[in-house]
C-alpha cells in the first residue's frame, strides 16, 4: 500500500497494533473489504489468517480489489475460525446482526454504463436479500455494511440508501473512499449513522460503531 503515499507508511503492521490497542476478544469487528491484493484465495490465505489472529469476531465482505474471493461456499469451508463472510445473507454475534453487501458505483457518476447498471442492481439484490435474512434472525441491533458509499458521489439517494431507510439499521458502515475529508461526506441518512471506516481515513484504528 506505500505506492498510494507516505499516509500507508508501515502498513499492514500500523494497522495490527492499532487493532490490538481497542479491540477485545469479545468485540465484532466490521472488515468491509479490500482484504488483500491476493489473486487467488490460496494467496490470500496468509492474509485472512493474520486478521483472524487479532482480537474479536470478524465479518468480511467483498471490495472491488478482492479478486481472489471465490465461491462464497468455498470461500467459508477456508476461512479461519472466528471470521465469517457475508454474501446474500446476515450473521448474528452477540445480539448484532450484520447485513450487506460490496455495492457499486451508483447512477449519478459520469462514466456509469450499461454494465455497471447490471451489477448496480444485482448488488441492490444482494442487499436486499441479506436484510431479508436478517429479519429471520434474532437480533437486538443492525448494522449494514457496504465497500461502496451508499448514496451518490453528490449525496444522492440511491437503491441502496432507499433499502437502508426501510430498515433502519443502527448504523451503517462502508469503506473504498480514501484521501478524502470525512467532514465533507454525509455523517448520517435520514437520521441513520454513516461511519466511513476505510483504513487510512481513519488512522489505522477500528473505529467504534456501537457501544456494547
Do not use: C
Not at 498510494?4 to 476478544?25: C, D
Not at 468480511?60 to 445473507?89: E, V
Not at 444482494?126 to 448494522?143: F, G, T
Amino acid at each position: 500500500m506505500t505506492v498510494f503515499g507516505p499516509a500507508w507508511a508501515g502498513h499492514p503492521e500500523v494497522f495490527f497494533q492499532g487493532w490490538r490497542e481497542v479491540v477485545g476478544e469479545d468485540d465484532l469487528v466490521i472488515v468491509p473489504g479490500d482484504i488483500s491484493w491476493a489473486m487467488r484465495l490460496e494467496e490470500a490465505l496468509p492474509d485472512l489468517e493474520a486478521i483472524a489472529a487479532l482480537p474479536g469476531q470478524k465479518v468480511i465482505l467483498r471490495g472491488n480489489h478482492d479478486y481472489w474471493w471465490p465461491s462464497i461456499s468455498k470461500l467459508r469451508r477456508a476461512l479461519p475460525p472466528g471470521m465469517h463472510a457475508l454474501q446474500n445473507d446476515a450473521v448474528v454475534i452477540g445480539g448484532v446482526a450484520v447485513a450487506g453487501t460490496r455495492g457499486w458505483i451508483t447512477p449519478f457518476e459520469h462514466e456509469f454504463s450499461e454494465h455497471d447498471e447490471k451489477i448496480y442492481q444485482r448488488e441492490a439484490e444482494r442487499l436486499r436479500l441479506s436484510l431479508e435474512d436478517a429479519k429471520r434472525k434474532p437480533h437486538e441491533r443492525l448494522v449494514v455494511a457496504l465497500h461502496y458509499p451508499p448514496f451518490g458521489p453528490g449525496g444522492e439517494p440511491t437503491r441502496f440508501t432507499e433499502l437502508i431507510e426501510e430498515a433502519r439499521p443502527d448504523a451503517v458502515v462502508y469503506g473504498h473512499l480514501h484521501t478524502v475529508d470525512p467532514e465533507k461526506l454525509p455523517r448520517e441518512w435520514k437520521g441513520i449513522p454513516l461511519h466511513l471506516v476505510a483504513a487510512d481515513v481513519v488512522g489505522f484504528r477500528p473505529k467504534l460503531v456501537l457501544e456494547k
